[in-house]
């Protein structure tokens, strides 16, 4: 076995060893991935298993799910490293930069395919949300939505409590299940905002936005949340670094 891949759950090396196929140019943009039955046939593995794979590789932005064709390469996104702002202020209430939280709302639902892959779930799979709006001076801020699996929230239920996390999501997460994030990708999109964002962001549904996206992973590789943080008109990002030995 490849030493990079060792301590990796099966599902993670299936897909692994799909996104080298992709690297390595033996898979293009445009063709089908294995299938699920294709995976369990050559890997020797069960449907659950393989049926995780495709979500991995969609949520790391290496596929798309194309109707009636099914789960096919793409070119991954360009990653933009960042949303240090956002690790501070999900802390709630006055950060220091002129800045407050406010409370939207939290609750269960069932799962997007986004949110699904991003978690290691099946689409429709029960989920825990809350969301935050951000305000300071000059309006809104950023909308934002976490998301996390019911095995973390019947955990941690403080999440589904509409207050405050002093030790952040990943804290709670780390206090209640010993499941430390250890691992975080920021991938940075203009979308469309959507019809329940759009009025607490104070803009039309449609609007462009920019948009933070925030994957967390345990220190077994393991999904353990997920966030999604519209930004108001006209607001940017800023990431500010000292560099190494300066």
Excluded: C
Aim: proline content about 5%; glycine content about 10%; charged content about 30%.
């Amino acid at each position: 076995m490849d030493p990079d891949l060792q301590g990796l759950a099966p599902y993670q090396r299936i897909a692994a060893r799909i996104i080298a196929r992709i690297e390595s140019g033996e898979l293009r943009p445009g063709d089908k991935v294995p299938s699920v039955n294709e995976i369990m046939k050559s890997e020797k593995v069960s449907r659950a298993t393989a049926a995780r794979v495709p979500g991995v590789l969609r949520s790391r932005g290496y596929a798309d799910a194309v109707p009636g064709v099914g789960t096919t390469v793409r070119s991954p996104k360009a990653l933009t490293a960042g949303a240090d702002r956002f690790q501070r202020v999900r802390q709630g209430g006055d950060i220091g930069t002129g800045e407050r939280v406010e409370m939207l709302g939290a609750g269960t639902e069932r799962a997007s395919q986004e949110v699904a892959d991003a978690l290691g779930l099946n689409e429709g799979d029960e989920v825990a949300w809350r969301r935050r709006r951000y305000i300071d001076a000059g309006g809104v801020v950023a909308v934002s939505t976490t998301w996390v699996s019911m095995v973390v929230a019947d955990a941690a239920p403080e999440f589904l409590q509409e207050g405050p996390l002093p030790k952040m999501t990943f804290g709670l997460i780390a206090e209640r299940t010993g499941r430390r994030a250890v691992k975080r990708r920021d991938t940075v999109e203009i979308r469309a905002v959507p019809e329940d964002i759009a009025q607490h962001l104070e803009v039309e549904a449609g609007t462009d936005s920019l948009v933070m996206i925030n994957h967390y992973w345990d220190q077994h590789g393991e999904p353990t949340e997920f966030a999604i943080d519209y930004h108001g008109r006209e607001r940017g990002l800023s990431i500010e670094r000292d560099f190494p030995g300066s």
